[in-house]
Nanobody, 115 residues
Framework: QVQLMESGGGWVQPGGSLSLSCAPS????????MGWYRQVQGDQREMVAR???????SYADSVKGRRTISQNKARNSVTRQMISLKPEDTAVYYC?????????WGQGPQVTVSA
């Protein structure tokens, strides 16, 4: 099983920013897409931001106007810059990597936004 290594998360004041990064344990992968998903009620996860192999991106309405995601093709990594953070952004964010055959998830850094 491929492991997804995540970095980032933590505490930040409202209006602040932080970055979440995700990279697989190996670069020898045929990745179709990578993105970040937010934990919501009932263990449901909703897409926040993702990027596909062709460079196209998708964003949730909740981050409209605060959309930044990039990829490092050499390392098959993806970085999500979270800006203008609000208390309602507080959640566990999971990295997801999709290939033609399977999906893998990270462990989920906690992001807490409070004064």
């Amino acid at each position: 099983q491929v492991q997804l290594m995540e970095s980032g998360g933590g505490w930040v004041q409202p209006g602040g920013s932080l970055s979440l990064s995700c990279a697989p344990s190996t670069t020898a992968l045929a990745i179709y897409s990578m993105g970040w998903y937010r934990q919501v009620q009932g263990d449901q996860r909703e897409m926040v931001a993702r990027i596909a192999v062709d460079g196209s991106t998708s964003y949730a309405d909740s981050v409209k106007g605060r959309r930044t995601i990039s990829q490092n093709k050499a390392r098959n990594s993806v970085t999500r810059q979270m800006i203008s953070l609000k208390p309602e952004d507080t959640a566990v964010y999971y990295c997801k990597m999709g290939t033609s055959e399977r999906e893998d998830w990270g462990q989920g850094p906690q992001v807490t936004v409070s004064a």
